[in-house]
């Protein structure tokens, strides 16, 4: 199976800071790699597909980047709204496998 | 719009099955795949399996292989996990999602699995 490390585990910070998620594939996936935004109490919600590609109606904010096997996600500005679990995901292999998970806290 | 609905929280005794359900509407149930995936507490999201709405072909995770069962009704536009052999480590909360994009989710539905 394909392992998914995100870093860091967790993270607090400012609003209208700079914010970046890494997540490093244990192989090349391909840039077969989603993003997933999960706040409290609710289902996650797809932020970006294909490394670098924002959901309609994603604030322009967000931005994914990276090959291979590492891959980054950028909050350029944090909002209060932002605040949520934010989760990596390859598709290239099965079994389908996401990252451990980066809680951002205010 | 596109949504899926799931049925309502399970609670289980060690050795029973569950069976959720996934309720589908505003798009064609039988043009994509249906993905089912499971959060444990305190635990990273775990893909279980899918379902071609279409075809009815099944891909599971080895982790459930012979555990978990994905079927689906067109007429009824709804998938269904059915989990075997339920441990207290099967409690979670199980998910369905649309597509290769994951998009979007159903609600989620606890199941609780306790003696």
């Known amino acids: 199976d394909i392992q998914m490390t995100q870093s860091p585990s967790s993270l607090s910070a400012s609003v209208g800071d700079r914010v970046t998620i890494t997540c490093q594939a244990s192989?090349?996936?391909?840039?077969?790699l989603n993003w997933y935004q999960q706040k409290p109490g609710k289902a996650p919600k797809p932020l970006i597909y294909?490394?670098?590609n924002l959901e309609t109606g994603v604030p322009s904010r967000f931005s994914g980047s990276g090959s291979g096997t590492d891959f980054t996600l950028t909050i350029s500005s944090l909002q209060p709204e932002d605040i949520a679990t934010y989760y990596c995901?390859?598709?290239?292999?099965?079994?389908?496998?996401f990252g451990g998970g980066t809680k951002v806290e205010i | 719009q596109v949504q899926l609905v799931q049925s309502g929280a399970e609670v289980k005794k060690p050795g029973a099955s569950v069976k959720v359900s996934c309720k589908a509407s505003?798009?064609?149930?039988?043009?994509?795949?249906l993905h089912w995936v499971r959060q444990a507490p305190g635990q990273r999201l775990e893909w279980m399996g899918w379902?071609?709405?279409?075809?009815?072909?099944?891909k599971y995770s080895q982790k459930f292989q012979g555990r978990v069962t994905i079927t689906r009704d067109t007429s009824a536009s709804t998938a269904y996990m059915e989990l075997s052999s339920l441990i207290s480590e099967d409690t979670a909360i199980y998910y369905c999602?649309?597509?290769?994009?994951?998009?979007?989710w159903g609600q989620g539905t606890l199941v609780t699995v306790s003696s």
């Open positions: 192989q090349d996936i391909n840039n077969y």
């Open positions: 505003g798009y064609t149930f039988s043009g994509y795949t």
């Open positions: 294909d490394v670098s």
């Open positions: 995901q390859q598709y290239d292999n099965f079994p389908l496998t």
């Open positions: 379902i071609n709405a279409g075809n009815a072909n099944t």
């Open positions: 999602a649309r597509g290769q994009g994951f998009d979007p």
